[in-house]
């Protein structure tokens, strides 16, 4: 007997792997690798052994075949299936399955190479389908999600294929949807993850990427040199037209004022001609008044030769008497004027009111 535990193996065994070709045991090793691929999809577990009594978990479903040949589907809860002629062939998972899509190169309509890959979304809507119009499902429907984004992408250009990333995801789950159809596999979703582009072409949209950036600096550093020169205008604008109406009120309140003042003159003037000539017609008015135009005589030659150099002087400046004479004597002349005036008006008045008027005359 040879010592195991020197790394020796038993006679027995030896004899047992000398006894099966090597060829055998390497198809027997590659038809279960196989059939373990079928189901590693969309199989939740390994195939089950036949005990008659099967409990079939929720959203699951098992084919049966019965001598080979499909005899049904076991719904979930509890079955019966006969012992030996009865075997569970495929079990079927009814769950949503996320494969991922290897990477691979994909030529655009502007002949770009990308690399593109993906995450796919399948669900099974028919176990029978599934189970004997396909093999290896998994297998087929990936290479389907790959030959169909290839397609896609050379449809369009590498600037859409950033733009409409959406519209392509749906245009690839509708070909997968016509494709897989008798295969029994329904594809909801797919997304592209990751996107690879050359070297080059990666600089020259890095290069782009600052352009625009730079373009939309410049831009927008314009935009508020135009928005900063309209507000200073408008302010300008602004305070000229605010100054002008300041102008234009102090201009009218000074008018105003000035209007007022030269109104307030006239009247202290008129009140004080009205008090002057009241003071006439008392006694001694005639003196008041010759005494008033001597002393303004007497001050308005003490003004002479102050504010200019021209002078004019009547031909006798020290009479004085004479001079207010002279001016009383005006002053006469100009009352029996304004008397003999308002007079010939009231006698005018009176024989007009006297004159009458005949219609037949």
Not at 132 to 157: D, L, P
Not at 277 to 291: D, H, K, L, R, T
Request: with cysteine; hydrophobic share 40%.
């Amino acid at each position: 007997m040879i010592n195991t535990a020197s790394g020796y193996s038993s006679p027995a065994k030896v004899v047992s792997k000398m006894s099966i070709p090597r060829n055998l045991r390497f198809l027997q090793r590659k038809v279960i690798l196989t059939q373990w691929g079928q189901n590693a999809a969309f199989s939740s577990r390994s195939l089950p052994m036949n005990t008659v009594i099967l409990f079939v978990p929720q959203q699951e479903a098992w084919v049966v075949e019965r001598f080979g040949k499909f005899n049904r589907i076991l719904e979930p809860g509890l079955n019966f299936i006969f012992p030996i002629v009865d075997k569970v062939k495929y079990v079927q998972s009814l769950k949503e399955v996320a494969s991922e899509v290897p990477e691979q190169a994909a030529v655009t309509s502007d002949n770009v190479t990308l690399g593109l890959d993906g995450v796919l979304y399948t669900k099974v809507f028919d176990p029978y389908k599934c189970s004997y119009n396909v093999e290896n499902a998994e297998f087929a429907i990936k290479k389907m999600a790959q030959t169909t984004m290839r397609s896609e992408i050379g449809k369009i250009t590498l600037d859409t294929v950033f733009r409409e990333r959406e519209t392509l995801n749906v245009n690839i789950v509708d070909a997968i949807n016509k494709a897989s159809e008798p295969w029994g596999i329904s594809c909801l979703r797919y997304e592209i993850r990751d996107m690879t582009l050359p070297l080059r072409i990666n600089e020259a949209m890095q290069m782009q990427v600052e352009a625009e950036r730079k373009k939309r600096a410049s831009i927008l550093e314009s935009e508020g040199i135009r928005e900063a020169d309209i507000n200073v205008a408008e302010g300008k604008k602004r305070a000229k037209i605010l100054n002008s109406e300041a102008f234009q009120t102090e201009q009218i309140n000074i008018a105003n004022g000035e209007a007022r003042a030269i109104q307030l003159m006239a009247e202290a003037k008129a009140k004080a001609v009205t008090q002057v000539a009241e003071a006439i017609g008392q006694q001694n008015g005639m003196n008041a008044v010759g005494y008033s135009i001597a002393e303004q005589y007497v001050d308005a030659f003490g003004k002479l030769a102050k504010t200019n150099n021209t002078m004019i002087l009547p031909a006798n400046p020290g009479d004085v008497g004479g001079m207010v004479a002279q001016a009383m004597t005006v002053y006469k002349n100009l009352s029996n004027l304004e008397q003999i005036k308002s007079e010939t008006a009231g006698s005018t008045k009176k024989h007009t009111q006297n004159i009458t008027f005949d219609p037949e005359s």
